[in-house]
């Protein structure tokens, strides 16, 4: 393998010949073989990163401090990587030591590299471009690391946002479906009152909607940046004029609105947003887990438990029982929630272990966040497209089990007491008999008097009821 040589402070290495990457991104690949995961996993963060130093070009020609042909080749290779090139040249490990400082230096040698092989020089020729002086130039991974995380992590969630929003329509789609469907409702896995099954289809659209309110509150939150802070937020080494000008741009090339706090030595220490945005992901993500569980439980059977739902088929739910078939799609989903409220944990207790001017576990908030939305995205599809969409109802099995439940009895409640209510209801389960027929052989009420009290609309609150 042909290699070329570069040095760094703590000696030289040698470089595969036509690796985009240098001595600091090979020194991390060395140091940390931990996840077997490189930053490339997380496009977006690649993509943010490009835009954080494309922004960094633009803001020093801007100022005078960087030559115009230095910046516009820096430009150039930032645009490519933006549009996906090189990716596979993002090779340090998502857990690292240094705060960032390994996935800033793959990225600035990433850059470099490209921006040397457009101007016509050899990768490696940094007399011509410095991966350090050029390309890092006004920075610190201390600000652009932070900054390429927030936006990547605005870049990341529209695509969960659109999933969600899709799988609340698949379960408002078949609320409607199920509109006419009367249902015994559930508290505390008891019997409980009349329900539709389209109401409780609703709940699950309107849950998830609440969440995408949420979340897109906490993004919000993430458009604070502290670019421009250098080190611990002094801005040293930075131009006076860098600060406003690398923001504008920043806005310009991302399309997003991002500000720069007042305080740049407070930015640049507090990474209490990351608690504020994980804590949304995993509410969105116990929601989630609710909903599958509930699903299990209706579907559960289909002979002996409450079968009051069919989900799709999806694959053999047994090596040794002959036609089992298991609700995989919602386990799996409630696993992601785990590995999501578990993410979370590592968020808080990295946010809090920053010390002093910096916090040095960005990387690990990171890939939390990263992996938690990767998985909340695909989750939320595979849980529309190989479920949701796919689920009917028992609606034999449903009317059977209203016809026999009692809990019509808390309609009747107002008219002939609770007392009276209560005793009718213990008959009816001792004799297995019919709350309706036991009224009338009563002669607590007339069948006119019942059908209003049971009709359906009366006993689910549900407008325009029609069977």
Request: one cysteine or more; proline letters at 3%; aromatic letters at 6%.
């Amino acid at each position: 393998m042909q290699t070329r040589t570069e040095t760094d402070s703590l000696g030289s290495v040698e470089i595969p010949a036509d690796a985009y990457w240098g001595v600091h991104t090979a020194r991390a690949h060395e140091n940390f073989p931990i996840t077997l995961r490189p930053i490339s996993v997380y496009p977006a963060f690649i993509r943010a990163f490009a835009c954080v130093k494309q922004a960094a070009a633009r803001a020093n020609l801007e100022i005078g401090v960087l030559d115009a042909h230095r910046s516009n080749l820096i430009d150039q290779a930032c645009e490519e990587i933006k549009n996906g090139a090189l990716i596979d040249e993002f090779v340090v490990g998502v857990i690292q030591g240094g705060a960032g400082t390994s996935s800033n230096m793959n990225v600035n040698e990433v850059v470099t590299n490209r921006a040397l092989e457009l101007g016509g020089w050899a990768k490696g020729d940094y007399s011509q471009i410095h991966p350090n002086d050029h390309t890092n130039k006004g920075q610190s991974t201390n600000d652009t690391y932070p900054t390429a995380i927030k936006i990547a992590l605005d870049f990341s969630i529209r695509a969960l946002l659109e999933e969600i929003s899709l799988l609340s329509e698949s379960f408002e789609m078949k609320s409607k479906e199920f509109a006419h469907i009367v249902k015994v409702g559930r508290t505390q896995m008891q019997d409980a009152i009349p329900m539709t099954l389209g109401q409780e289809f609703n709940a699950f659209a309107v849950t998830l909607r609440e969440d995408i309110e949420r979340i897109s509150e906490a993004v919000q939150l993430l458009h604070e940046v502290n670019i421009g802070a250098t080190a611990i937020g002094t801005g040293l080494n930075a131009d006076p004029g860098y600060r406003d000008a690398v923001i504008r741009h920043l806005r310009d090339i991302t399309g997003v609105e991002l500000t720069n706090d007042g305080d740049l030595i407070e930015s640049t220490s507090d990474t209490g947003v990351f608690i504020t945005f994980s804590g949304a992901l995993k509410r969105t993500a116990m929601k989630l887990s609710k909903i599958s569980n509930d699903l299990r439980l209706l579907s559960s059977g289909p002979q002996a438990g409450f079968g009051e739902i069919n989900l799709p088929a999806r694959q053999a739910g047994s090596s040794i029982m002959p036609g089992k078939v298991n609700p995989v799609i919602p386990e799996a989903v409630t696993q992601v929630a785990y590995s999501v409220a578990g993410a979370d944990v590592t968020v808080t207790m990295a946010v809090e272990a920053g010390q002093l001017q910096l916090n040095a576990f960005e990387p690990v908030i990171a890939h939390s966040l990263f992996q938690s939305i990767t998985w909340l995205e695909r989750a939320c599809r595979t849980f529309r497209v190989n479920c949701v969409d796919g689920i009917t109802a028992n609606e034999d099995r449903i009317d059977d089990m209203m016809a026999r439940s009692v809990t019509v009895i808390t309609a009747l409640a107002p008219v002939l007491g609770y007392a009276e209510s209560a005793k009718l209801a213990k008959e009816a389960l001792a004799t297995n008999g019919n709350i309706r027929d036991l009224v009338l052989a009563k002669g607590l009420l007339d069948e006119a008097q019942l059908d209003r009290l049971l009709e359906p609309g009366h006993l689910t609150g549900a407008a325009g009821f029609d069977k």
